[in-house]
């Protein structure tokens, strides 16, 4: 068996515009729900791939289907597709509109003036917007406004009781 050589750049190119094209079609096709990303990763000499992303229930992005286009597709080359990057990557491109959402909400912190129903839709608001750009929300939260991570978890843990927020799921997602 002969062993392939790398593609040259200008193989790489046409490549690249080819999958473009190809995302630009899907886009059309695929309804407006779902959000779409064409990425060539240096991990994964040789191909490209376009993602299409849905919302989980906790408002992150999650990859729902995966096209990978190359030359000739091994069991290794699959392999080496971040995945948990992808997503990820995906995610993170979000936090910055989450930032400005997050500014326009009070400050997390228990005062007089409010009651204890309304502290909690707070946190519970402060969580749903940390949950669609972060895996861990209760330890960004917490790092935010300088509070211990055990505080936020009680805090959670009563907005879940009062049903503000949806019960917690165990393990990973």
């Not at 200008?10 to 690249?16: D, G, K, L």
């Amino acid at each position: 068996m002969t062993k392939r050589s790398a593609p040259s750049p200008r193989e790489v190119a046409a490549s690249e515009v080819a999958l473009q094209q190809l995302a630009t079609d899907l886009e059309r096709r695929i309804s407006a729900e779902f959000t779409w990303s064409v990425a060539a990763d240096p991990r994964v000499p040789g191909t490209g791939y376009v993602v299409l992303y849905s919302p989980a229930s906790s408002g992150r992005l999650v990859v729902s289907a995966l096209l990978l286009v190359g030359e000739a597709l091994t069991a290794e080359t699959l392999r080496r597709v971040p995945m948990s990057a992808i997503e990820n990557s995906a995610n993170l491109s979000r936090q910055d509109v989450n930032r400005k959402a997050l500014v326009d909400l009070p400050p997390l912190r228990r005062s007089p003036d409010l009651s204890a129903e309304q502290f909690s839709q707070l946190v519970a608001d402060h969580y749903r917007l940390w949950a669609e750009a972060v895996p861990n929300p209760a330890a960004a939260m917490a790092a935010e406004h300088g509070v211990k991570l055990p505080t936020v978890h009680g805090w959670i843990r009563e907005a879940r009781l009062r049903g503000m927020l949806p019960k917690a799921r165990r393990g990973k997602r």
